[in-house]
């Protein structure tokens, strides 16, 4: 049987540090109060120079060199991103220039913080369907591009990275075992970017309005990602047969320390079995799961045979979990 296989991992995030306390600073806030409520310590800022491009640009090629692969080995290259360098052309396409992948065929996609899963559910159907046979997914944002500084309840929690993962058709049992994806656009005004689209184009009133930024209603997103998050988490533990005490490493989307402690909760997963990196770059929407994937991997905190189940939701609303034999 052939499955998609990560054969490398890669993230990249910018070198500037922003702590809870220069947040202080600005924003009437304490480093106690954003700890308390979110769980993050920090997050990774852009530079004025930095752009969404040039983290996914990096964070693939220390994949590809994890793979010991070239660019010419890509068939494919999909970038998730609500934050790209342009309206249009798509990030991926830039990356792939970058890269010199001519051989690729590059898209992006928009699903949010769901969207990197979003992307590997995509490349993982492209190889099954013999239309690839090995692909590059990357995850990348620059949302403090997007993030209102003066809101003390948002402003807190974002921050900058990309992640990206190669997959290539294996024969074998390791490799993407399922995966279920799922959308509510009901719920679109729950988290949303007002501006910059064909409803409300740039205008003085745009920017006088703060329309630019994420905005978000907070509380509800929190009721319904635990809830969409658990049922997205068993539905794809169902489709293999396996439980939750199966599951070797859980990486859920770094959103929120008290959504992935319930979620925990939930599953019934100890704490060790649970990998958060939250602390240290906050949430950093499509690149949350990748960077931290990479992060685990590099530690050593994977090894072959390991069940992962990575889970996430995002606006949209949108929400997914991927589930995979290391």
């Not at 699903?111 to 990197?116: D, E, I, L, M, T």
Request: glycine fraction near 8%; charged fraction near 25%; charge should be negative.
């Amino acid at each position: 049987m052939v499955l998609s296989r990560i054969v490398g991992t890669g993230s990249a995030v910018p070198d500037r540090v922003l702590t809870n306390f220069d947040l202080e600073k600005t924003v009437d806030t304490t480093d106690e109060w954003i700890t308390t409520r979110t769980g993050i310590k920090e997050r990774r800022v852009a530079a004025e120079d930095e752009f969404t491009s040039l983290f996914a640009t990096r964070a693939a090629e220390r994949a590809l060199e994890m793979a010991g692969l070239t660019p010419m080995d890509l068939d494919l290259i999909i970038v998730a991103t609500v934050t790209p360098d342009f309206p249009f052309p798509a990030t991926a396409c830039l990356v792939q220039n970058n890269l010199k992948a001519t051989k690729a065929v590059a898209f992006d996609i928009s699903a949010a913080c769901s969207g990197f899963l979003f992307g590997l559910t995509m490349a993982n159907s492209h190889i099954q369907a013999g239309m690839a046979r090995r692909a590059l997914v990357i995850g990348a944002e620059t949302l403090t591009r997007i993030t209102d500084w003066t809101d003390r309840n948002s402003c807190v929690l974002f921050g900058d990275g990309a992640g990206a993962v190669i997959l290539e058709g294996r024969e074998g049992e390791n490799g993407v075992l399922a995966t279920r994806i799922h959308s509510d656009g009901s719920y679109w005004e729950l988290l949303h970017q007002p501006a910059c689209g064909s409803r409300n184009p740039a205008s003085a009133r745009v920017l006088d309005e703060k329309m630019t930024f994420i905005k978000m209603q907070g509380n509800e997103v929190f009721k319904l990602a635990v809830r969409a998050m658990e049922d997205a988490a068993n539905e794809v533990l169902a489709v293999k047969g396996l439980q939750t005490a199966d599951i070797d490493l859980f990486i859920p989307h770094q959103a929120n320390k008290r959504i992935i402690d319930a979620i925990g909760k939930r599953l019934g997963l100890e704490k060790d079995r649970v990998y958060v990196n939250l602390d240290r770059f906050g949430n950093t929407s499509a690149a949350s799961i990748p960077i931290a994937l990479d992060e685990a991997n590099r530690l050593g905190r994977v090894k072959e045979g390991d069940i992962l189940l990575l889970d996430s939701f995002g606006g949209g609303l949108t929400w997914a979990s991927v589930l995979m034999r290391w």
